[in-house]
């Protein structure tokens, strides 16, 4: 059984609910990331930034990225993850439900990893990876 342990990235780091949009945008390019988790003061996850957030949610609305602050851009909304003993069949399930590209790892209730659409790909079977860009692109209108 593969697990989400055995297919995350390790080493994420958290942007803080004060830390500016184009820290996290600067922090995203040094690690040439597409997302940041963003965590409180107590190091809980509190959700996760993509470089696509900044685009639609602040550049593209005329805000100053300097001006916006990560906790400004994460909202109220829940966050999807998963334990870090899941298994992969667990994995795809809340990737393609929640149609999320990228999710979170946890242990222990603290952010440990991030497994992302790229990561199965490179150790995945065609056909689930298949199913799992199928699932997570597909619109509804």
């Not at 400004?72 to 069949?89: K, M, N, P, T």
Request: glycine share 8%; proline share 3%.
């Amino acid at each position: 059984m593969t697990t989400a342990r055995e297919i995350m990235h390790h080493g994420c780091e958290c942007l803080s609910l004060d830390e500016d949009l184009t820290t996290a945008a600067r922090r995203m390019a040094e690690s040439d990331v597409g997302a940041l988790p963003v965590c409180g003061e107590d190091g809980r996850l509190k959700g996760i930034i993509t470089d696509r957030d900044i685009v639609v949610k602040a550049i593209a609305q005329g805000r100053n990225p300097a001006d916006v602050r990560a906790g400004d851009l994460i909202g109220e909304g829940e966050v999807f993850y998963v334990d870090a003993a899941a298994d992969i069949d667990n994995v795809l399930h809340e990737m393609m439900e929640h149609r999320v590209r990228r999710l979170p790892v946890m242990e222990n209730d603290h952010l440990i990893g991030i497994i992302s659409q790229a990561d199965l790909a490179a150790k995945l079977p065609e056909d689930k990876v298949g199913e799992l860009v199928s699932a997570i692109s597909t619109t509804s209108h």
